[in-house]
């Protein structure tokens, strides 16, 4: 098994026998026809056969031609946040993480040694309200040593950066949750690139005082995977799996207010990017403030983020991608669906 990279898996033209199954997604949307092999047999995906092989190669990818892994809700909980709780200042919010390793399957037939927040990649979204304290349990049942720094606001002793929890051990944060606005979390255990990579993050969203206005909200991290230790992503996606969102298309209405909660926790490329068709959304960097930029593009370093609103003008199937072609092709890649 020939070690390959990304740049490979984009122009490599050759049979595909020899390559590992991560290469394939790929080679069927770029050169599928001249690849001319047989893929049914090595594919472990319901979604992958003939009939969704000529889709795979083509815009229209959607629905049971896209190579995404699971079914339709599996992804609920990393998509949909908890609810926003009015201001109480001083309510305790009280929540559990598990640090845990387990083999994730990103995409079809291939799986990730990843390290996780509660069996998850991204880990769980934890929400507050401005003031509430927030009282995060951290048990440390991988194999490594892991912290949870959480972006925001607090003394240096809950920073996730000092204090590391080693295997089998546990550490309990507990910091006022400020400011407003929507923040990560992640491992800050070095080497910080293997912990960030491996999949120890997640959204952090602290509701303002005045509450945002009634939204159909959405939560969506961006992130890559090297799937061969090369030290560059062969596989992006938003909230895990590959291309899960043009498998499962995301319902919502016509007119309604949409917000995305979009951070970035790619690790190895610089940055990455967010780009919805056929409509507009405002956007508002870490949401905080009141500067809103109205635009169809945003980019974001790694740990930057920002909240989106979207009121779709028009019903039908809206893609979203990232505007990296490449990070396009090799999974961040989705649609909304938007009834009237
Ligand atoms: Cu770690
Ligand atoms: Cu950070």
């Known amino acids: 098994m020939p070690k390959f990279t990304r740049k490979k898996l984009l122009c490599l033209t050759a049979p595909l026998a020899a390559v590992p199954i991560a290469g394939k997604l790929v080679l069927e949307g770029s050169s599928a026809e001249a690849a001319g092999h047989d893929h049914a047999a090595h594919n472990t995906s319901a979604s992958h056969t003939s009939t969704s092989h000529a889709a795979v190669g083509h815009a229209a990818m959607i629905g049971e031609g ?4 699971g079914g339709p809700h599996d992804l609920d909980a990393l998509l949909y946040p908890p609810p926003a709780l009015p201001h109480e200042p001083g309510r305790l919010r ?7 390793d387990r083999e994730v399957e990103i995409a079809p037939g291939v799986f990730f040694p990843a390290w996780t927040y509660n069996g998850t990649i991204p880990g769980p979204v934890v929400r507050a309200t401005e003031d509430d304290v ?3 349990r951290f048990v440390n049942a991988g194999a490594h040593p892991h ?31 400020r400011p407003a606005g929507f923040h990560v979390y992640h491992c800050h255990a070095t080497p910080l690139k293997k912990h960030i990579h491996k ?5 952090f969203i ?10 159909r909200e959405l939560v969506m991290v961006m992130n890559g995977y090297d799937t061969d230790g090369d030290g560059e992503n062969n596989f992006y996606t938003v909230n ?63 740990g930057q983020r920002g909240v989106l609103e979207i009121r779709f003008a028009h019903a039908g199937t809206f893609m979203f991608h990232a505007h990296q072609s490449e990070f396009t092709e090799l999974g961040w890649m989705g649609y909304f669906q938007v009834e009237e």
């Open 199 to 203: 999949g120890l993050y997640g959204a």
């Open 134 to 136: 927030l009282r995060v």
């Open 240 to 302: 895990g799996r590959t291309f899960y969102y043009a498998r499962y298309p995301i319902r919502v209405k016509q007119g309604e207010l949409v917000r995305v909660y979009l951070a970035n926790l790619t690790e190895f490329d610089l940055v990455n990017s967010f780009h919805l068709h056929a409509d507009f959304f405002r956007y508002q960097p870490t949401g905080t403030g009141d500067r809103w930029e109205y635009t169809d593009t945003v980019m974001q370093c790694q």
């Open 94 to 100: 009280e929540l559990t993480i598990v640090a845990t």
């Open 147 to 177: 912290t949870i720094h959480f972006h925001g606001i607090h003394p240096t002793n809950m920073d996730g950066v000092f204090e590391i929890v080693e295997r089998d051990g546990e550490l309990t944060y507990e910091f006022p949750a």
């Open 66 to 69: 896209a190579p995404a892994v």
């Open 206 to 215: 602290i509701d303002p005082k005045e509450p945002r206005e009634p939204a």
